[in-house]
């Protein structure tokens, strides 16, 4: 069983919908990480978060310490966020040790 | 500030090849991590290096990988004798510290033949 669980596995949507993906996990954490992966590309780290929300122009990202759960939200989305959404927990003291979930496969039409 | 640049972005090798793979971190970045992502899987840290010194080397395989990032230069991840269940996208990341977050590079698609 990964400790990193996303839903769903994969989303479409119309474009300018609002977009929620889930991640929960097993263990306390001190960072979760939401990352972007556009096919053949490389990764973007979106949002390193440990309490609360953080919002980075229409993406928010938020974290429930207590119920292990964390979401990704888009607002009015566009086809350019067609990617893959992966989020990650950290282990050990190092932000870059990380558990990744299986990803998001978003596809946003036009 | 250039990125994480990863070189090459593309690598062909034939079985029992071996492959280099080169990370040179972000400006000021001391702080080295390596990931793989198998085709149609999700990515799995492999190692985690800095200068000089491997931290935590606990997703490496046992046989025929290994890692390096000297005090001079990129971080090498390198494989050695390379089988067709090699073929994967190879990650790295780089930090300014342990406890902050790391950025990736575009990675380093490698094809075993």
């Known amino acids: 069983k990964n400790e990193v669980e996303q839903s769903p596995q994969n989303l479409t949507a119309q474009e300018g919908e609002f977009i929620t993906i889930n991640c929960s996990y097993s263990v306390g954490i001190s960072a979760l990480h939401w990352l972007q992966q556009h096919p053949g590309g490389g990764i973007v780290s979106l949002f390193m978060?440990?309490?609360g929300k953080k919002k980075h122009g229409r993406l928010i990202a938020t974290i429930n310490i207590q119920e292990k759960h964390s979401s990704l939200h888009i607002t009015a989305s566009h086809p350019r966020d067609s990617a893959v959404y992966i989020c990650a927990r950290n282990y050990g003291g190092s932000q870059g040790n990380l558990i990744f979930g299986k990803g998001t496969k978003l596809s946003v039409k036009p | 500030n250039a990125g994480v640049m990863q070189n090459p972005r593309h690598l062909v090798r034939r079985r029992g090849q071996e492959a280099r793979l080169r990370c040179s971190p972000m400006k000021g970045h001391s702080h080295v991590y390596w990931y793989r992502q198998l085709p149609e899987e999700g990515l799995k840290f492999m190692v985690y290096?800095?200068?000089?010194?491997?931290?935590?080397e606990s997703g490496m395989p046992k046989e025929r990988f290994s890692a390096e990032f000297p005090k001079e230069g990129p971080s090498i991840l390198r494989i050695q004798q390379v089988v067709r269940g090699d073929s994967a996208a190879y990650f790295c990341a780089s930090s300014g510290r342990e406890d902050t977050e790391a950025f990736f590079g575009q990675g380093t698609r490698l094809t075993v033949v």
């Open positions: 978060l440990s309490s």
């Open positions: 290096l800095q200068k000089e010194n491997i931290i935590d």
